[in-house]
């Protein structure tokens, strides 16, 4: 009943919002009792399409393992947001060592993971 109000609200003007509303409350049951779905819409057309993803590939928003990355990550752009000006500004010969420059490239190694992890990673709908 409280999915029907939820799905349905000012669907009375537009008899094509009311279909659409309709269909994404049989998709989003569906998706309950299934798994997850996704859910393409545009004015013009609607598109759902069931994606089954393997559990031990979803990262969850709540572990513990992604809240260490996530806070590893900003320490490493606070790093970055340093660095990186203070490097532009005076190039200080420091930096340019080759430690530093290990350094930087595993720094954006982190980043480009971190990219491919938000993939992965489970969101609060």
């Not at 569906?30 to 399409?49: D, N, P, W, Y």
């Not at 992604?66 to 590893?72: E, H, P, R, S």
Request: net charge positive; proline share 4%.
């Amino acid at each position: 009943m409280q999915l029907n109000s939820f799905f349905q609200k000012n669907t009375e003007e537009d008899p094509w919002e009311a279909q659409i509303s309709m269909l994404k409350m049989q998709y989003h049951e569906q998706a309950v009792r299934e798994g997850t779905l996704q859910l393409i819409m545009h004015k013009s057309k609607f598109c759902a399409c069931k994606c089954k993803i393997p559990k031990h590939l979803v990262i969850s928003y709540k572990s513990k393992f992604k809240k260490v990355w996530d806070l590893t990550v900003v320490f490493l752009a606070i790093y970055n947001s340093l660095t990186i000006p203070f490097d532009q500004a005076f190039k200080p010969p420091i930096l340019k060592t080759m430690a530093f420059t290990i350094l930087n490239t595993i720094i954006d190694i982190v980043f480009l993971t971190d990219v491919i992890l938000m993939f992965f990673t489970s969101v609060l709908n």
